[in-house]
C-alpha cells in the first residue's frame, strides 16, 4: 500500500517561498493523481492543486493559490513539490498530500501526515 510524507514546512515571513515534498513508497508516482489539501485549525481541508502524474490531468489550482503555486514531480525520486511563492498569512495551515486514480476521478487512498507551515506578517 502507497505512504506518503510530506516534508519543507516551516516558519516564513509574508512574501517568502517556500517548497514542499510528497514522497511516496510502495508505488510509483508515475500515473497517478496527486491532490495538495490543506487545512486551518476549525475549518474544513480544502483542495488547492491536483495533478495527473501521467499527463492525463492538467496542473489546476484553487483560485487562492493559482498564480502563485506551481506542482511539480520528480518520477526517479517518486516526488511531487509543491512550490509556494508570495506566501501571505492566510496561507498558514497544515498541507496534506493524498493519492489517487490517474485522471483524478476515484476516490483518494492514501493521506500524508501533514506539514505545517506559518506565515507571519
Known amino acids: 500500500q502507497v505512504q506518503l510524507v510530506e516534508s519543507g514546512g516551516g516558519s516564513v515571513q509574508a512574501g517568502g517561498s517556500l517548497t514542499l515534498s510528497c514522497v511516496a513508497s510502495?508505488?510509483?508516482?508515475?500515473?497517478?493523481?496527486i491532490v495538495w489539501f490543506r487545512e486551518v485549525s476549525g475549518k474544513e481541508r480544502e483542495g488547492i492543486a491536483a495533478i495527473g502524474t501521467s499527463g492525463g490531468y492538467p496542473p489546476r489550482y484553487d483560485s487562492s493559490v493559482k498564480g502563485r503555486f506551481a506542482i511539480s514531480q520528480d518520477n526517479a525520486k517518486n516526488t511531487l513539490y509543491l512550490q509556494m511563492n508570495s506566501l501571505n498569512v492566510e496561507d498558514t495551515a497544515t498541507y496534506y498530500c493524498?493519492?489517487?486514480?490517474?485522471?483524478?476521478?476515484?476516490?483518494?487512498?492514501?493521506w500524508g501526515q501533514g506539514t505545517l507551515v506559518t506565515v507571519s506578517s
Open positions: 493524498a493519492i489517487g486514480g490517474g485522471l483524478c476521478d476515484t476516490d483518494l487512498e492514501a
Open positions: 510502495g508505488d510509483s508516482i508515475s500515473s497517478v493523481c
